[in-house]
Each structure stands twice: as structure tokens, then as C-alpha cells.
């Protein structure tokens, strides 16, 4: 269970984080993930990934998204901090 979840600078509880995901999927006919860095040292946590998404009405997203965190005594997260922006498939590396 993840304590604390700040995404774009707006911390969520865990039920505003849950419903911004569940939101997300109800509009989402598919969709692919790369992960392009991922880094544990300790309890800290850091990944960069990619997502593109293809919409219901047929439109599509792509973003990049960078996480910051940190583990807890018992392995979950106890911290997430996300934030992320839009790029054209061209930007990607």
C-alpha cells in the first residue's frame, strides 16, 4: 500500500489515486509501456517509462513518465512521486 502519491506536484490519497486510475481504463481500448530506466539503491526508487495509449474514441496519447519513491520496511512502496508530459513518437530515446 502506498502511503503517500504525488503526481504533477497534487498529492492523492490512495482512493483519489485508484479513481484516477480506474478513469483512465474505462477510456483506454489499449495501449503498450516501455521502461527505458529503472534504479533501486536501498529503499529508493527511480524509473522512466513511456506509455501510448489508444483511446475508445480511437485517439491516442503518448507520454513519458518519471517515478520517484521509496520502499518501506516490509517491500511496498511507501512513497510515490510521478510527473510526466507529452511527447511526439519522434521525441522518445
Do not use: C, N, W
Not at 498529492?11 to 516501455?34: D, K, W, Y
Not at 495509449?53 to 511507501?78: H, P, V, W, Y
Amino acid at each position: 500500500m502506498i502511503g503517500i502519491h504525488r503526481s504533477d506536484g497534487k498529492s492523492l490519497s490512495r482512493a483519489q489515486s485508484a479513481e484516477m486510475v480506474a478513469g483512465i481504463r474505462s477510456r483506454t481500448a489499449g495501449g503498450t509501456v516501455t521502461v527505458l530506466d529503472e534504479l533501486r539503491d536501498g529503499s529508493t526508487y527511480a524509473e522512466r517509462h513511456v506509455f501510448e495509449i489508444t483511446m475508445l474514441d480511437g485517439s491516442t496519447l503518448k507520454r513519458e513518465i518519471s517515478i520517484f519513491g521509496s520502499f518501506a520496511d516490509d517491500g511496498r512502496f511507501q512513497e510515490l512521486s510521478e510527473t510526466g508530459f507529452t511527447v511526439s513518437p519522434d521525441e522518445t530515446r
